[in-house]
């Protein structure tokens, strides 16, 4: 028998209703049969020391699907409390769902946990002595418990057929009685069984519950947490087709696996009352529970797909960053009681508590999901965020090389208004841009036009022809903030009166990052052919053309302009 050295036991006493010697585990079946009047009455209370051993969590995802956010929390919290206690973190694939469980999901989702940084200690390719880490790989270790218990009389075979079975619901529900087994095979004889047995009868194992008491626990999060016994009735622990159920399962493997703590979500909270009953009749010791409220949508329903994007794969995919998906998951209930939300693996690993875990739901945010990987994508070492945004621009062929002197100061340039790697796209496309007779035919734009606009222009026309301007570029911002402050004066204008036209038809926008360094950009832009040809960028030789091109005239009138330039766009 499997034991679980440093774990906190479940105390349980029997307690007969009349006077017969006080029933302890070993008799408690003769008592049942022998004593029917008083059977199966006792209760169970569950508590809590101070675990000594070794602390053991695991997480336990089914492959019938991606890595939910709701999951992927779950494997986070349990990570963080074996890596901060100095235990053991182990990953254990559910699979008994034949029909549902594929190989391909299962491997999404070790991906998905690699992605996230959450290494596991025992599991799936990484090995380990509490072997093997899928359950239908184990069903010779759940077969061997289930005679066990069947040995001891705890379980029994029932024998009834699926209408039997309904009959049954039909008639609690009519009584208004919970839906518990109300079959003759609970207390039926071994000649019963043994003639069903002897005819090829399909059946399934049931396990015994107590008719009367309770059963209490301490949950770490939620404090103690009982039922009462009589709402459960026997309950199925091996099907007719001999595929054990999830409760018997689960059991088994964390006792067998040594698992002192059960970190899991809310909704398997109703299935502790079954689990504890097994961990007492095949004489494991309980773990510790914890149970995690559910991650809610922004209407505090249960989050899904309806909402969004719901699965690790998908914000892998969208451009999000692994540290700041670990970083917003860990604050879906958890805080460190300062100020802070900014966090690493590391440093959530020092910090983090299971008794800081909050009771109520946490409530998804995409937004403010996508604003902390906006700040985690900022906190990159300079040349690492310029490598990531310098192969997106390659890869999605914006540019047509991922790395140089344009690539590094465009990335800091532009930087701010990158929350994903996705946004970097749009962030050059604009700044590449010049949509200037749409700018012109706005309203933001009329008082800059009534301010002397054309003859703005054309000073600017002549500077550049004179050669001022490209020389200025040529010398980077220095060089350009020169030529502007020499400009303004020629002019009489500063502040906004000077820089304000100036940007709009340099760039044919009002508002933008800092223009110095977007005119040195757009400078080399032409020059080094970086920008690939499909791109539509639209040269500073060009942009002068167009500005010579303009009817100024027709501009004061609202009239249409004589022609209009299409903005650098992404190629499809």
């Given at each position: 028998m499997?034991t679980?050295a440093?774990?906190?036991w479940?105390?349980?006493?029997?307690?007969?209703?009349?006077?017969?010697?006080?029933l302890?585990?070993?008799?408690?079946?003769f008592?049942?049969?022998?004593?029917?009047k008083f059977?199966?009455?006792?209760?169970?209370?569950?508590?809590?020391?101070?675990?000594?051993g070794?602390?053991?969590?695991?997480?336990a995802?089914?492959?019938?699907?991606?890595?939910?956010?709701?999951?992927?929390?779950?494997a986070?919290?349990?990570?963080?409390?074996?890596?901060?206690?100095?235990?053991?973190f182990?990953?254990?694939?559910?699979?008994?769902?034949?029909e549902?469980s594929?190989?391909?999901?299962?491997?999404?989702?070790?991906?998905?946990?690699?992605?996230?940084?959450?290494?596991?200690?025992?599991?799936?390719?990484?090995?380990?002595?509490?072997?093997?880490?899928r359950?239908?790989?184990?069903?010779?270790?759940y077969?061997?418990?289930?005679?066990?218990?069947?040995e001891?009389?705890?379980?029994?075979?029932?024998?009834?057929?699926?209408?039997?079975l309904?009959?049954?619901?039909?008639?609690a529900?009519l009584?208004?009685?919970p839906?518990?087994?109300m079959g003759?095979?609970?207390?039926?004889?071994?000649?019963?069984?043994?003639?069903?047995?002897?005819?090829?009868?399909?059946?399934?194992?049931?396990?015994?519950?107590?008719?009367?008491g309770?059963?209490?626990?301490?949950?770490l999060i939620?404090?103690?947490?009982s039922w009462?016994l009589n709402t459960?009735?026997?309950?199925?622990?091996?099907?007719?087709?001999?595929?054990?159920?999830?409760?018997?399962?689960?059991?088994?493997d964390?006792?067998?696996?040594?698992i002192s703590?059960?970190?899991?979500?809310?909704?398997?909270?109703?299935n502790?009352?079954r689990?504890?009953?097994?961990?007492?009749?095949?004489?494991?010791?309980?773990?510790?529970?914890?149970?995690?409220?559910?991650i809610?949508a922004?209407?505090?329903?249960k989050?899904?797909?309806?909402?969004?994007a719901?699965?690790?794969?998908?914000?892998?995919e969208?451009?999000?960053?692994?540290?700041?998906?670990?970083?917003?998951?860990?604050?879906?209930?958890?805080g460190?009681?300062?100020?802070?939300?900014?966090?690493?693996?590391?440093?959530?690993?020092e910090?983090?508590?299971?008794?800081?875990v909050?009771?109520?739901?946490?409530?998804f945010?995409?937004?403010?999901?996508r604003?902390m990987?906006?700040?985690h994508?900022?906190?990159l070492?300079?040349?690492?965020l310029?490598?990531?945004?310098?192969e997106?621009?390659?890869?999605?062929?914006?540019l047509?090389?991922?790395e140089?002197?344009?690539?590094?100061?465009?990335?800091q340039?532009?930087?701010d208004?990158?929350?994903?790697?996705?946004?970097?796209?749009?962030?050059?496309?604009?700044?590449?841009?010049?949509?200037l007779?749409?700018t012109l035919?706005?309203?933001?734009a009329?008082?800059l036009?009534?301010?002397k606009?054309?003859?703005?222009?054309?000073?600017?026309?002549?500077?550049?022809?004179?050669g001022?301007?490209?020389?200025?570029?040529?010398?980077g911002?220095?060089?350009?903030?020169?030529?502007?402050?020499?400009f303004?004066?020629?002019?009489?204008?500063?502040g906004?009166?000077?820089?304000?036209?100036?940007?709009?038809?340099?760039?044919g926008?009002?508002?933008g990052?800092?223009?110095?360094?977007s005119?040195?950009?757009l400078?080399?832009?032409?020059s080094?052919?970086?920008?690939?040809?499909?791109?539509g960028?639209?040269t500073?030789?060009?942009?002068?053309?167009?500005?010579r091109q303009?009817?100024?005239d027709?501009v004061?009138q609202?009239s249409?302009?004589?022609?209009?330039s299409?903005?650098?766009?992404?190629?499809?």
């Amino acid at each position: 028998m499997a034991t679980i050295a440093g774990t906190p036991w479940v105390r349980i006493r029997a307690f007969p209703m009349l006077n017969p010697p006080i029933l302890h585990h070993s008799n408690l079946y003769f008592a049942e049969r022998c004593f029917p009047k008083f059977r199966r009455s006792f209760s169970v209370s569950a508590s809590v020391n101070k675990v000594d051993g070794e602390v053991r969590v695991r997480f336990a995802p089914s492959p019938t699907g991606n890595l939910h956010v709701g999951g992927a929390r779950t494997a986070l919290f349990n990570y963080l409390f074996a890596r901060g206690n100095g235990g053991k973190f182990v990953l254990r694939i559910e699979d008994t769902d034949l029909e549902r469980s594929t190989r391909q999901s299962e491997e999404a989702v070790l991906k998905d946990l690699s992605w996230l940084g959450l290494d596991w200690d025992e599991g799936p390719s990484a090995g380990g002595d509490y072997g093997p880490y899928r359950q239908s790989e184990r069903n010779t270790l759940y077969k061997q418990y289930a005679e066990k218990l069947l040995e001891s009389g705890q379980v029994y075979r029932c024998f009834c057929s699926n209408e039997e079975l309904e009959k049954m619901k039909e008639v609690a529900k009519l009584k208004q009685l919970p839906p518990v087994y109300m079959g003759k095979w609970a207390t039926a004889t071994d000649e019963e069984a043994q003639e069903e047995l002897e005819k090829g009868t399909p059946y399934t194992y049931r396990f015994r519950v107590p008719q009367q008491g309770s059963l209490k626990i301490n949950d770490l999060i939620r404090g103690e947490v009982s039922w009462n016994l009589n709402t459960l009735g026997d309950f199925v622990i091996m099907r007719s087709n001999g595929q054990p159920v999830y409760n018997f399962c689960v059991t088994v493997d964390d006792a067998t696996m040594a698992i002192s703590h059960v970190i899991r979500a809310e909704e398997h909270l109703p299935n502790t009352l079954r689990q504890a009953l097994i961990y007492k009749a095949l004489g494991f010791p309980m773990p510790y529970f914890a149970h995690v409220s559910l991650i809610l949508a922004p209407d505090r329903s249960k989050l899904s797909k309806r909402h969004g994007a719901t699965s690790v794969g998908q914000f892998r995919e969208m451009g999000y960053l692994p540290e700041a998906m670990v970083n917003y998951l860990a604050l879906l209930g958890w805080g460190d009681g300062t100020e802070n939300e900014f966090f690493t693996l590391e440093q959530l690993v020092e910090k983090f508590s299971i008794s800081r875990v909050n009771k109520s739901g946490a409530v998804f945010d995409s937004t403010k999901l996508r604003w902390m990987n906006g700040q985690h994508l900022r906190a990159l070492p300079s040349e690492e965020l310029t490598k990531l945004i310098g192969e997106r621009w390659k890869s999605t062929g914006i540019l047509t090389e991922s790395e140089g002197p344009f690539i590094e100061e465009s990335v800091q340039l532009l930087k701010d208004a990158i929350d994903l790697i996705t946004d970097a796209d749009k962030a050059l496309s604009n700044l590449l841009s010049y949509p200037l007779h749409t700018t012109l035919a706005s309203s933001e734009a009329k008082p800059l036009v009534e301010d002397k606009l054309s003859e703005f222009s054309a000073s600017l026309i002549a500077a550049y022809d004179s050669g001022k301007i490209l020389s200025a570029l040529e010398e980077g911002p220095s060089g350009w903030q020169k030529w502007v402050k020499t400009f303004g004066k020629s002019l009489k204008r500063k502040g906004k009166s000077l820089f304000m036209p100036l940007r709009l038809l340099l760039t044919g926008k009002i508002h933008g990052p800092d223009m110095g360094a977007s005119m040195v950009l757009l400078h080399k832009a032409g020059s080094s052919g970086v920008v690939a040809p499909q791109v539509g960028f639209v040269t500073l030789n060009d942009r002068f053309e167009i500005l010579r091109q303009i009817d100024w005239d027709s501009v004061t009138q609202d009239s249409p302009l004589f022609e209009s330039s299409a903005p650098a766009s992404v190629p499809n």
